[in-house]
């Protein structure tokens, strides 16, 4: 059977028909998927938006500064959104803007609670600022927390141990010094975990040659880092056992090894007087 002319158009019409009709069907479901997407994800924002709603921000632990202090510098509210806060940059600014703290810790209870938890900054040590009238106080963290002015050059500072050999002259309060010091900061350790108190200065001028001078009577001499937990822990044996309370003189513990001596050379004052050997007292164990 031979196709006329009209009815290949008929054919064809309704070819095109169907793609039509197919095309549109494709649209629609593009258009439904689209429009559940979207409600979806609508949805999903006002619900997180609630949800995640700041209820509570709790702040423990500092007895320097109060809760709107600490509010008023970090600008956090309720009932916004908690991830609009980052823990880190929390944590961050308020040491920068609060001096008297040395530790922020920041940390997110989901969905809507913020807890911080603060130490404040207890003074431990002071550096006089060379060839000035000033000195910094310091944090055991070592930030600087206030810069004051010296009466007379020889002034001491109550229940702080001073230390030289530190050039702090371009730092200013709020700056954190002595960062990656491991000499520093092995020292201080040593000093902590073995409980040796009443140090009244620490001198690392020289971090081949450390000293400890101990309630401004006895000079510690430690040399090097090497083996500082040792020496640290035996030099505070023999000040407890083998020492008069009022004893003044030099301990030399820079070549300590075990089973060796060590020997304390008592001094009158001023601490540069000279000893001959037989002044040595054996102070070992």
């Known amino acids: 059977m031979i196709e006329s002319k009209s009815d290949r158009l008929e054919i064809k019409r309704k070819v095109n028909a169907q793609k039509h009709r ?3 069907k494709r649209r629609l479901i593009i258009f439904y998927i689209f429009l559940i997407i979207s409600v979806v994800l609508i949805s999903l924002f006002f619900i997180i938006h609630s949800f995640f709603k700041i ?6 632990g500092s007895q320097k500064y109060n809760q709107q202090q600490i509010k008023k510098i970090l600008d956090l509210e309720v009932d916004e959104n908690i991830f609009k806060y980052k823990s880190d940059i929390i944590s961050k600014k308020i040491k920068n803007n609060l001096v008297y ?8 209870k989901l969905p809507n609670k913020i807890f911080i938890s603060l130490v404040d900054a207890t003074p431990k040590y002071f550096i006089k600022i060379k060839d000035t009238d000033r000195y910094f106080i310091l944090s055991k963290n070592m930030k600087i927390l206030e810069e004051k002015i010296l009466k007379n050059k020889n002034q001491k500072i109550d229940n702080l141990i001073q230390i030289l050999g530190i050039d702090i002259l371009d730092n200013s309060v709020g700056d954190f010094i002595l960062k990656d010091d491991e000499i520093f900061w092995g020292l201080m350790e040593s000093v902590e975990t ?7 200065k620490i001198d690392i001028t020289n971090k081949s040659s450390i000293k400890i001078i101990y309630q401004d009577r006895i000079v510690i001499l430690l040399g090097k880092i090497n083996q500082i937990d040792y020496k640290i822990r035996f030099i505070n044996k023999i000040i407890e056992r083998n020492l008069d309370k009022n004893e003044k003189g030099i301990i030399d513990a820079t070549s300590i090894q075990k089973n060796s001596k060590v020997y304390f050379k008592p001094y009158k004052e001023p601490i540069k007087t000279k ?3 037989e002044d040595k007292k ?3 164990e």
């Open 194 to 200: 073995n409980k040796f108190k009443d140090i009244t």
């Open 275 to 277: 000893k001959s050997q």
């Open 55 to 60: 209820s509570e921000i709790k702040i423990t």
């Open 282 to 284: 054996d102070v070992s």
């Open 22 to 24: 197919r095309k549109q």
């Open 101 to 108: 703290i040395d530790e922020a810790n920041v940390k997110k």
